[in-house]
């Protein structure tokens, strides 16, 4: 019967076991965020009241791709172990319509993805909630871009917010 017991509530555990919140990027990253922009693509940033606020003041970069401005989130070293599962959840929100990708990669050259680049194309005016998944096949210990925001095809005028990033162990 004990065993029965056992058995039955490590099943439980498993099934119910709820994603494990490591960080809040934005609480430990906000004002710090690092944005770096292409030759030719100007921005104004902000970070107040948990949002990251990025205005597009002008973009006239040569050559036109998401990665002309990048706004990245980089929390400190971190330990993201082989074959845990990872997710980092964020919203975004646009003024203006234009496609973005975001990913989660290592901040050193070559700055290895961790999972494949979502891109979206985003609607004016419309929040949407991003969730990018992870598993490193080998350790992690350098310092990760969580996420990347690829923001380089926004039109000038535009003003992208970003809040409520959100590091998760998925359990």
């Known amino acids: 019967m004990k065993k029965c017991l056992l058995v039955l509530a490590m099943l439980c555990g498993v099934l119910f076991a709820e994603d494990v919140l490591l960080l809040d990027v934005l609480a430990i990253c906000g004002p710090k965020v690092a944005v770096w922009c292409e030759k030719g693509f100007e921005k104004n940033n902000s970070f107040e009241n948990g949002v ?3 205005e597009v003041v002008k973009n006239d970069a040569e050559k036109k791709t998401e990665a002309n401005c990048q706004a990245m989130f980089i929390p400190g070293k971190r330990v993201y172990e082989a074959g845990k599962t990872y997710r980092v959840d964020f919203t975004f929100k ?3 319509a234009f496609q973005s990708k975001f990913s ?3 901040n050193p050259s070559p700055w290895t993805r961790l999972c494949q680049d979502k891109t979206l194309k985003l609607q004016a005016d419309q929040e949407v909630s991003v969730s990018l998944e992870f598993k490193p096949e080998t350790e992690v210990t350098e310092y990760v ?5 690829c923001i380089g095809n926004a039109p000038a005028g535009t003003v992208v917010e970003i809040s ?5 162990e998925v359990k």
């Open 52 to 54: 990251l606020r990025l």
């Open 94 to 96: 646009s003024s203006k």
């Open 104 to 106: 989660v990669m290592m």
């Open 145 to 149: 871009r969580v996420p990347n925001f």
């Open 164 to 168: 409520k990033i959100q590091l998760f």
